[in-house]
């Protein structure tokens, strides 16, 4: 598995200029060949492993939310891998990332607007987005204090906060391509 170029020695390099310092986006963070191994894992998964939901399907790995906690649940060795690996960006604090959502939009559509913050089913303030297959444009607002801005999301891209703000992504929308 490559390792993001300079990521580790060099995050700063990706703060996301337009929104608070702890937003990074890091551009081919995983290889073509990656995103295709990746994409072979998601759908080699037992079919119990897909909940069907309004507009998409969800894979859940590392454990399932509850309101005391999460009640975790040990990683494949292919997601454990891609774990360490943002893991290694340093936005985790030294801790690995330990669970994991797949969802699976239809062409054309996407993420639907909602607000990640804290809360009994949040496992912490680090939230990351891996997109593969096809790119995206967001509006995130971060707070009130920062203006919305657009920035579009090349696939085979991490972008992610390490910040105890909510991430208010009420304007996220989504395009193919």
Same mark, same amino acid.
């Given at each position: 598995?490559?390792?993001?170029? !300079?990521?580790?020695?060099?995050? $700063?390099? =990706? +703060?996301?200029?337009?929104?608070?310092?702890?937003?990074?986006?890091?551009?081919? =963070?995983?290889?073509?060949?990656?995103?295709?191994?990746?994409?072979?894992?998601?759908?080699?998964?037992?079919?119990? #492993?897909?909940?069907?939901?309004?507009?998409?399907?969800? $894979?859940?790995?590392?454990? +399932?939310?509850?309101?005391?906690?999460?009640?975790?649940?040990?990683?494949?060795?292919?997601? $454990?891998?891609?774990?360490?690996?943002?893991?290694?960006?340093?936005? =985790?604090?030294? #801790?690995? !990332?330990?669970?994991?959502?797949?969802?699976?939009? #239809?062409?054309?559509?996407?993420?639907?607007?909602? $607000?990640?913050?804290?809360?009994?089913?949040?496992?912490?303030?680090?939230?990351?987005?891996?997109?593969?297959?096809?790119?995206?444009?967001?509006?995130?607002?971060?707070?009130?204090?920062?203006?919305?801005?657009?920035?579009?999301?090349?696939?085979?891209?991490? =972008?992610? *906060?390490?910040?105890?703000?909510?991430?208010?992504? *009420?304007?996220?929308?989504? #395009?193919?391509?």
């Amino acid at each position: 598995m490559q390792r993001p170029p !300079a990521v580790v020695e060099d995050l $700063q390099r =990706f +703060v996301v200029s337009e929104a608070p310092q702890t937003v990074y986006y890091v551009p081919d =963070f995983i290889s073509p060949e990656e995103e295709s191994y990746l994409l072979q894992q998601v759908y080699r998964a037992p079919r119990t #492993k897909w909940t069907q939901l309004s507009g998409r399907r969800l $894979q859940n790995w590392g454990g +399932v939310p509850h309101p005391r906690g999460m009640l975790g649940e040990e990683l494949p060795a292919w997601l $454990q891998n891609y774990c360490e690996k943002i893991s290694s960006l340093g936005a =985790f604090g030294g #801790k690995t !990332a330990n669970h994991v959502l797949v969802n699976e939009y #239809k062409q054309g559509e996407g993420i639907m607007p909602h $607000q990640d913050g804290p809360g009994p089913l949040r496992s912490g303030p680090v939230r990351g987005i891996m997109q593969m297959r096809s790119g995206s444009s967001a509006r995130p607002r971060w707070n009130q204090a920062v203006p919305t801005q657009s920035k579009h999301l090349r696939r085979k891209k991490y =972008f992610g *906060t390490r910040s105890a703000a909510a991430w208010d992504q *009420t304007g996220h929308e989504r #395009k193919a391509g």
